[in-house]
């Protein structure tokens, strides 16, 4: 089996020295991995690990570390990975940035750059919500913006990150390879557990899962990490910790694929 | 000698998992400690090394770990120690985070606001400067703000994020202690080196260092670190490696604490 597993947290540019970092640290990833090695032994001929630099890489033979930096970086290696080797299972526990720095500004050059488009405009705005329309095209098409090539000056007084989503990447697998096991993941922050189990079934009929792992910031502090790994037909086991998580994702894919290769 | 290393980059958090980091590891300033342990021998007492979780620790009998995060934290942490215990010198080496987050919002609520409050005003304005500045205000007291106390939803068209300086931390050690001997830090990018001096000597005039190191990113790369350990006569020596810009500072601040405790 080959196999993919995206680990740890992804980081965005803001300049040379700054970044938008998320809090993942590769622990689940790197459980993950050697839990493929001990249940699936020899039969687990390549994991792929991707992650950025500072996450935790376990230390298997059969391991091969592909190093990203930002969400594109991984999507691309997703990519180069999937279009030249038949991938078995991709666990995708990486926490990558939803968001990216679109562009840096400061309230003072954003403000001007509004007053200027209003103030050209000849006629004038039928009601509030037109004149809003139009501030928020002012925002989104605001140029006046700081050159983030360099690191940038200590001393702004107001600035401003505008931000743009990043794509999803969790779509690339199985449109490169239908046949693959995928496992995604979903972490939400204090909600019921019902929508938390809607939110990971939805997530997982979008992007044809085979599994969802759940799991709510609130039931995660220190040694405990309660996760909710979930099928297709609404059915999950319920874990307590990532090992167990780990155990509980590497037992239904490793039972999943000898169903399939059975046939 | 009981002596102060700063270390590493901090991080200020936006939500509950994203954070803004500074790209930094600590590597220079796990030199410099074990460089004082080396250079200085058992007149080293005791190195408060002060970094957030992540940042690299030497191993050294001496040491002691202050773990930060944020700003913030490290503020109150110096002027913890520096209020408690007679302290000889100060190496500020960490990549303290000039910004933090002072609110989210998105384009469309920041437009809503800005609309909002240009529809309710009952007088024209009087030129385009006028209604920037209005637009200004606008945007500084934006109150439609996202709630950051939880993880923050990933899908979000056009998040805003509005940043504010931190306050300058250096200031807090020659306040609290005149004595101790401070080496600050000074990193610019792609500037003549004249002008990374000059901003460096007004760093060291300005907060009263004893020595200011004096870095370029366009001249850091592998294992290549140039640096300049700036005096209060503009007199520096100039460094290649991470490795040697310690031995400088390091034999720069013990020569001082010499020459001071002979008196």
Sequence with gaps: ???????????????????????????????????FV????TKIEKIYYVCERGAIVPELDCLELVTTRG???????????????K????????????????????????????????????????????????VTDCILQNDRVIDRSYKVSSNLAHPLLALRQTPKLIRIVKDLQPET????????????REELLDTAHALLRKNACDFVLAN?????????????????????????TKQEIAETIVKNVLGLYGKRNKK
Tied chains: 1, 2.
């Design 181 to 192: 096991i995928l496992v995604g993941f979903k972490l939400l922050d204090g909600v019921p």
């Design 87 to 134: 991938i078995d299972a991709v666990v995708h526990s990486m926490a990558v940035s939803d968001y990216t720095v679109e562009s840096m500004t400061t309230a003072e050059d954003l403000a001007d750059g509004i007053a200027r488009r209003i103030w050209a405009r000849s006629e004038d705005f039928s009601d509030e919500a037109a004149l809003a329309d139009f």
């Design 216 to 240: 709510d910031l609130t039931e995660i502090s220190g040694e405990r990490h309660t996760g909710y790994l979930l099928a297709p037909d609404r059915r999950y086991e319920r874990c307590e």
């Design 71 to 85: 969400a594109e970086s991984v999507g691309a290696a997703l990519q180069s990975i999937l279009a030249r080797e």
């Design 1 to 35: 089996m080959n196999i993919i597993i995206t680990a740890g947290g992804t980081t965005e540019q803001i300049d040379q020295v700054r970044k938008i970092a998320n809090a993942a640290s590769g622990r689940l990833a790197s459980c993950v991995a050697r839990e």
């Design 38 to 41: 001990r249940q699936g032994g």
